[in-house]
């Protein structure tokens, strides 16, 4: 079964870029048909998806989002990244890592990481 652990800063400033990494393990994400994805629910809200990269590096993104957001991999160690630029306290929230069969992933299928909370604030 894969296995998946966001990493990151847990505050960011407004204005600033918000970095994020996911290690995975028991899978590689150069097998194909594996889609690995950012998505995100601020608290009270539902879950948002924010951009997936997939088996063969190539990377999709949420319209809303797609100017500020970057998902790029490093195939050496087994991550991929996440950056979302310009951030403002709106971007405050649960940020997930996943892998699925799809471009866009579903809660409740595929596989997902636990969760890293990050905060924007001054």
């Known amino acids: 079964q894969v296995q998946l652990q966001e990493s990151g800063p847990g505050l960011v400033k407004p204005s600033q870029t918000l970095s994020l990494t996911c290690t995975v393990s028991?899978?590689?994400?150069?097998?194909?048909?594996?889609?690995y994805s950012w998505i995100r629910q601020p608290p009270g809200k539902g879950v948002e998806w924010m951009g997936t990269?997939?088996?063969?590096?190539?990377?999709y993104y949420n319209p809303s989002l797609k100017s500020r957001t970057s998902v790029s991999r490093d195939t050496s160690k087994n991550q991929f990244t996440l950056q979302l630029s310009s951030v403002t306290p709106e971007a405050t929230a649960m940020y997930y890592c996943?892998?699925?069969?799809?471009?866009?992933?579903?809660?409740?299928?595929?596989?997902w990481g636990q969760g890293t909370q990050v905060t924007v604030s001054s």
């Open positions: 996943a892998r699925d069969l799809r471009i866009v992933p579903q809660q409740g299928s595929g596989d």
């Open positions: 028991g899978g590689s994400l150069t097998t194909v048909y594996g889609y």
């Open positions: 990269i997939d088996y063969s590096g190539r990377s």
